[in-house]
């Protein structure tokens, strides 16, 4: 009973058939001007009719099984310890320079950077881009 057309819908209701009417789009089963047409009907629904009649040609929604994320090898407190250092970092700068008057402990943010990530997360080929530059100068 509670399936009839003519019940009202609301704000929610409304959102739910847009998230699914923009997953039809993204899917490639609607065009441009078919998903503009489709968001004013569902915009203007006022019952659970008016919602239906968008979606009666397009499949129903697949619900995917839930992939798993890829657990960490090293799953402890301390296996993320130098994304854990470099947000305190900041904070520490900022109360020490409250407390001493020195913007210099502000360089401490980039040198923690550089110290804990610069050689595992850095490096993303500039030193080869250097070296093909004075490739091409010398050809």
């Known amino acids: 009973m509670s399936e009839l057309p003519e019940i009202r819908i609301g704000t929610a209701e409304r959102e739910d058939a847009m998230r699914r009417l923009s997953d039809h789009f993204a899917a490639g089963r609607l065009s441009v001007a078919e998903f503009d047409e489709r968001s004013a009907v569902i915009a203007a629904a006022v019952t659970r009719g008016d919602v239906t009649k968008v979606f009666t040609d397009l499949p129903e929604p697949v619900t995917a099984a839930a ?43 980039p040198l923690a950077g550089a110290l804990l990530f610069g050689g595992s997360h850095g490096g993303h080929g500039h030193g080869n881009g250097r070296r093909q530059r004075g490739r091409r100068a010398l050809d």
Not at 77 to 84: H, I, M, N
């Open 67 to 109: 992939v798993p994320a890829k657990p960490k090898s090293d799953s402890g407190f301390l296996s993320e310890w130098p994304e854990r250092v470099m947000a305190v970092i900041p904070i520490l700068a900022v109360i020490l320079f409250f407390v001493t008057g020195s913007w210099l402990w502000f360089l401490a943010i």
